[in-house]
T-cell receptor
């Protein structure tokens, strides 16, 4: 049981490049979320999904897109990377809503130069 | 006032001691509360969920004070392996979303 798998673990992008962060879970969880973590701040919600085919914006969605074609996968796409998107990105899943604990992937450390 | 506020620390504590830290929250309607631990350069991991007045799991006790809107985490007989950052999480509203709101964390260092 792998839990939540994120790839890549590290990435360096040039300003203006695009890329996709991959996230997959094998726990049949309906809820999946993408967060970014910056020094001195709490995790901030980028996008989330309550089930296949359903996505919605979180607190800081600008510059990111998501899709949820299957229950297992929830990729995050950076459209045109900017230095302000340098951060650690975590994907998380939950069996239900906000009253359940979340399982996190190991994170992607992204640097935009 | 921040939605979820934590003392950033660090708390430097000798091994075997008892340590407690608080988390204040602003959403008085919240019904569930969580503590996660995060090791350096790792992902957050769920430590405890609190749905009523408190919860206890071994050396860890979480207590909820609804009147004063804070939750506390108590660690007894602290171990070197308890060194981590502890994140407080409370559901609340951010703009138009009802979502989990994460504190910035309290750093705990257990010294031998």
């Amino acid at each position: 049981n792998a839990g939540v798998t994120q790839t890549p673990k590290f990435q360096v992008l040039k300003t203006g490049q695009s890329m996709t962060l991959q996230c997959a879970q094998d726990m049949n969880h309906e809820y999946m979320s993408w967060y970014r973590q910056d020094p001195g701040m709490g995790l901030r919600l980028i996008h989330y999904s309550v089930g296949a085919g359903i996505t919605d914006q979180g607190e800081v969605p600008n510059g990111y897109n998501v899709s949820r074609s299957t229950t297992e996968d929830f990729p995050l796409r950076l459209l045109s990377a900017a230095p302000s998107q340098t951060s650690v990105y975590f994907c998380a899943s939950s069996p239900g809503g906000l009253n359940y604990g979340y399982t996190f992937g190991s994170g992607t450390r992204l640097t935009v130069v | 006032r921040k939605e979820v506020e934590q003392d950033p620390g660090p708390f430097n504590v000798p091994e075997g001691a008892t340590v407690a830290f608080n988390c204040t929250y602003s959403n008085s309607a919240s019904q569930s509360f969580f503590w996660y631990r995060q090791d350096c350069r790792k992902e957050p991991k769920l430590l405890m969920s609190v749905y009523s007045s408190g919860n206890e799991d071994g050396r860890f006790t979480a207590q909820l004070n609804r009147a004063s809107q804070y939750i506390s985490l108590l660690i007894r007989d602290s171990k070197l392996s308890d060194s981590a950052t502890y994140l407080c999480v409370v559901p609340g509203r951010v703009d138009s979303n009802y979502q989990l709101i994460w504190g910035a964390g309290t750093k705990l260092i257990i010294k031998p």
